[in-house]
């Protein structure tokens, strides 16, 4: 068991410009989240997967997000012409659905800068 | 709607003295779930606990203390004889079990979290 990892751990980017990261949870986790925080707040959910099926966006994932799990296994999340406002820690997080006794364990984070 | 209130935005304490962090929570639902992460300044979240709705027993492990109260909606976490290293920020987060347990829980509710520092 190596662990939820994330990559890359920090991405500067100037305004308008594609970003993509990628999240590896830990193996046999069934499920994964993405979630964002800014300074000085707690994570904010924005999407999950379930396997490949992704089961819930948060009003927070504009139409300029798109996450994707192709093959239930690692996760991608694309942020197209990114804004100031995207600037901000990713984090994504797995877990085992096991009934409800289930905890969601956390990478490193990507963080992103926006010029 | 679910929801987590951390009243302290930051503490400051001198090493050995015991500190409180408190963590109040809101939900509908019968069945939940309440966590407790700690983020340190390297950014990871480490995960400390978690604590069903239907089990009210209070936990200790080693320096660590987690109080659960349904009555005031409260979940607090102590931590006795602080030391440099617990300084960080920590979180306090809700999920709600979904219908039916092949679906699991809701995703986190976090609060704010509240920034610790432990002076020498």
């Known amino acids: 068991d190596t662990g939820v990892s994330q990559d890359p751990r920090h991405k500067i980017t100037k305004r308008g410009q594609n970003v993509t990261f990628r999240c590896d949870p830990i193996?046999?986790?069934?499920?994964l989240y993405w979630y964002r925080q800014t300074l000085g707040q707690g994570p904010e959910f924005l999407t999950y997967?379930?396997?490949?099926?992704?089961?819930?966006k948060s009003r927070l994932l504009s139409d300029r997000f798109s996450a994707e799990r192709p093959k239930g296994s690692f996760s991608t999340l694309e942020i197209q012409r990114t804004e100031q406002g995207d600037s901000a820690m990713y984090l994504c997080?797995?877990?085992?659905?096991?009934?409800?006794?289930?905890?969601?364990?956390f990478g490193p984070g990507t963080r992103l800068t926006v010029l | 709607a679910q929801k987590v209130t951390q009243a302290q935005t930051e503490i400051s304490v001198v090493e050995k003295e015991d500190v409180t962090l408190d963590c109040v929570y809101e939900?509908?639902?019968?069945?939940?779930?309440l966590f407790w992460y700690k983020q340190p300044p390297s950014g990871e979240l480490v995960f400390l606990i978690r604590?069903?709705?239907?089990?009210?027993q209070n936990e200790i492990s080693g320096r660590y203390s987690w109080n659960f109260q349904k009555s005031t909606s409260s979940f607090n976490f102590t931590i006795t004889a602080s030391q440099v290293v617990d300084s960080a920020v920590y979180f306090c987060?809700?999920?709600?079990?979904?219908?039916?347990?092949?679906?699991?829980?809701?995703?986190?509710?976090f609060g704010k979290g509240t920034r610790l520092s432990v002076i020498a």
């Open positions: 997967f379930q396997n490949e099926a992704q089961l819930e």
């Open positions: 987060a809700l999920s709600e079990a979904l219908e039916s347990p092949a679906l699991g829980n809701t995703p986190l509710v």
């Open positions: 997080a797995s877990k085992n659905v096991v009934e409800y006794t289930d905890t969601q364990y």
């Open positions: 939900t509908r639902d019968t069945t939940y779930y």
């Open positions: 193996s046999e986790h069934n499920r």
């Open positions: 604590r069903n709705s239907f089990d009210e």
